[in-house]
């Protein structure tokens, strides 16, 4: 007897709103449960998943993540309700707290203590889309209700989580987390037991939680060009706090260690990612060992692997190569 596991894929951010809405329509004919974007410097994510949700009909829709500051709390109450009816009821709205060095300089917004004011802000837009009045916090305040639009009250809510605390709070008070970069070491070791304590503080299990894991994954092609690829996406992430202290503590101290030593030399610090640590994130290779990878994450606690592309790789063929054994078993 075959059953299904959730698998979904993270729509390549750079690539034309074609090729968006080709890999959309293909991983909804492959099964994939969901497609999301995230939210970087290109495309707004909930304008690419509305403009999806016409090309689609069944696969769910999300962000992956959006950052809470570059919206108000009833903002994004509004913007993820409307997708939702959009959709047909298919949104999953994923938050993130972003970065110092982005939301400052991007967006002229201070990031405060990120937990507590993830939890504020978590707060007024749920009770917001349930029709209730909004909590008052230190950082956000509203007092915004829908008119003529009645929102789903249980529109799923995942927090994107790096930190214990932040990954405590997922499991607390969100229906699931979002993982980005994380080792499938760091999921096994330190991600699911601080989810369970969060739900335990909730009063609750794992059952219905989703931990999703971005898996950067590529079939066939050149390893050189590869492993450039994803070493170039990389490199961002090992200048960034947030992740410098997620990649220490999964175990690659080295790494960043070699990273901070080749600066200022951009290539040099690209090549100072081992492929070690590349190994340990991605599912690279052939179709055995794509699918190899998406079942490593799998194993340590990852309930819904999240297909991400490496550039310079046919994302095309790896949503199939992910999907051969991905979603029955």
Known sequence: MTTHRALSCLIPPRESFAAASGYAELAEELGYDSVNCTHIAARDSFTVLAALAMRTERISLGTAVAPIYHRSPA??????A???ELSAGRFRLGLGVGHRVTMGGWHGQ???PPVAEMREYLAIVRAILAGEPPPDGRRWRSTFAFIGLTPRADLPIYLAGLSPAMLRLAGEVADGVILWACPSQYVREVVVPEVTRGRQTAG??????TIMAAVPAAVGGDR???LDGVRSELHRYFGL???RAMFDAAGFGRDLAAYDAAAPDVEAQKKAIGEEFIEALCALGDEREVQAGIERYRAAGATDPLVSAVSGSDF???LRAAAA???TS
């Open 82 to 84: 409307t997708l939702d």
């Open 224 to 226: 050189g060009t590869v």
């Open 204 to 209: 609750k299990g794992l059952d219905g939680f």
């Open 316 to 318: 095309a063929a790896t």
């Open 241 to 243: 706090p947030f992740y």
């Open 75 to 80: 903002s994004m109450a509004q913007t993820a």
């Open 325 to 327: 054994v991905g979603l």
């Open 110 to 112: 201070e990031i405060g």
